[in-house]
């Protein structure tokens, strides 16, 4: 059997190849830069541990835990501090804990009394019938109210997407809150009743996913997987053609001293939505069009990692981390405070945290200079954490292209890739372009990927 190409040594490209040889099925990765993993890079420096980008991974599917089962990465997967549960969110200049039961949330200064009568409100709040696709904005103020959208989601958006509530659709951003009201007629009655379903597919919502890592970083996990492709993975061989003759796919790849044009059974593209127009794609010599799905947006982010002496941090920084609204005026999205999350982020003595910058909110801060950045994650910081003195430790990196933005309008796109699949039979799109923007997400991804080849590749 010839073997499937994929395109992207992501981890939903990893994952994919790494369960197709599961299956004896053949593979080759073409990836155009030098390294595997894409955003996920892990440093060690200095005793401070930087993640470039992911921090944790969320198991919100079996998929997820069976995938360190089967890489064989149990004795290194690292669980969070039993202490690093409290999440903050900034209200009136400060991190307030996010409450963790009715009661508390009744109880918090998060909230006025008119947001929390919204809450109590919103299970007799009719659901929307007209059709109209509505963006995360639009369906909470219907649902809550503006101050709920301020205060909290517009920081939960940030988080996520580093994306703007206004365009991001609920449709396609977060399509289980717009199923809930669908199928419950509200998000609370929804969370309620619909915990036994979800408990029969195995599925665990983000907010209450089990989150890890490993002892030095999610890197493990995609230098792992990429063991196992010694020989079938091709790094700095960018894909300029792929194209289908005569029931087999030919890719033509450039490489820095040569071309290469290989025939394979099958093509699995887990790259970037906008590093597709790039590459030639044509079926029995018919060119496919794939140009609009370079229209998604990415906005840029940056993500910069300090290190600070404990006594130079008032804020005890025993939690997650904190959520940022727009509208409390800082200039970070929110901060992971990654040491406190994780064992050997730090030296003794010391703090990682993990600041994020740009975004949809702010795109031009995200290409500052490092020093720049620094200066700025460090005011912010200042204010909010009591932070006093320069940072022992700096690591900055910046994407330019980030997240892919879910908005209103989206469904355009999921449109377009079924229809690309359908004009190039034997092609497979997958990735967090189409299947959700977390690290998770890509993962099942990836796992569903290989069940769709799979069945593709059998004999009739």
Not at 88 to 105: N, Q
Not at 290 to 313: H, M, N, Q, T
Request: with cysteine; charged share 25%.
């Amino acid at each position: 059997m010839k073997s499937v190409a994929i395109i992207g040594a992501g981890i939903t490209g990893l994952t994919a190849a790494f369960y197709l040889k599961r299956q004896s099925i053949p593979v080759t990765v073409y990836e155009a830069r030098a390294r595997v993993g894409g955003v996920i890079q892990s440093l060690r420096q200095d005793g401070f541990l930087a993640e470039f980008g992911p921090n944790t991974l969320l198991e919100t599917s079996p998929k997820i835990g069976q995938l360190v089962i089967d890489a064989g990465l149990q004795s290194r997967r690292l669980d969070p501090d039993p202490k690093a549960e409290a999440r903050y969110v900034v209200r009136y200049k400060r991190p307030i804990a996010m409450p963790g039961s009715p009661l508390g949330f009744f109880s918090t200064d998060l909230f006025s009394l008119k947001a929390k009568l919204a809450v109590l409100r919103e299970p007799f709040v009719s659901r929307r019938r007209d059709g109209v696709e509505e963006s995360i904005a639009q369906f909470v103020v219907r649902r809550f109210n503006q101050e709920f959208l301020d205060h909290a989601i517009d920081a939960l958006v940030a988080g996520i997407y580093a994306g703007d509530p206004y365009r991001l659709s609920v449709t396609h951003a977060f399509p289980k809150l717009k199923a809930l009201e669908d199928n419950y007629g509200s998000m609370i009655k929804g969370q309620i009743f619909g915990a036994r379903e979800r408990k029969k597919r195995g599925e665990v919502a983000k907010d209450r996913a089990p989150k890890f890592s490993f002892d030095e970083g999610l890197q493990v996990l995609t230098d792992t997987l990429a063991q196992q492709l010694t020989g079938d993975l091709r790094c700095a061989c960018k894909v300029i053609a792929i194209e289908r003759k005569e029931n087999r796919w030919v890719v033509t790849g450039r490489g820095k001293e040569t071309n290469l044009e290989t025939e394979h059974a099958a093509v699995v593209y887990t790259s970037t939505s906008h590093a597709a127009p790039e590459i030639r794609l044509a079926c029995d010599d018919q060119v496919v069009d794939w140009s609009a799905l370079g229209e998604i947006k990415y906005p840029p982010v940056a993500s910069v990692v300090l290190g600070f002496k404990r006594e130079d941090v008032a804020h005890p920084c025993e939690g997650f981390g904190m959520l940022i609204p727009k509208i409390e005026g800082f200039k970070i999205l929110g901060t992971i405070f990654s040491s406190s999350l994780f064992p050997n982020r730090a030296p003794a003595g010391h703090l990682t945290l993990t600041s994020y910058v740009g975004g949809e909110r702010y795109p031009e801060l995200a290409s500052l200079s490092q020093e720049k950045l620094v200066e700025l994650v460090c005011e912010d910081l200042r204010v909010l954490l009591g932070v006093r003195g320069k940072p022992v430790f700096a690591h900055t990196v910046i994407y330019p292209r980030a997240i892919p933005q879910y908005n209103v309008g989206f469904g355009r796109f999921k449109e377009l890739m079924n229809d690309i699949e359908a004009k190039a039979p034997g092609l497979f799109l997958a990735g967090h372009y189409r299947d959700g923007v977390s690290l998770s997400d890509s993962i099942v991804s990836g796992c569903k990927v290989v069940e769709r080849v799979a069945a593709a590749l059998k004999p009739s």
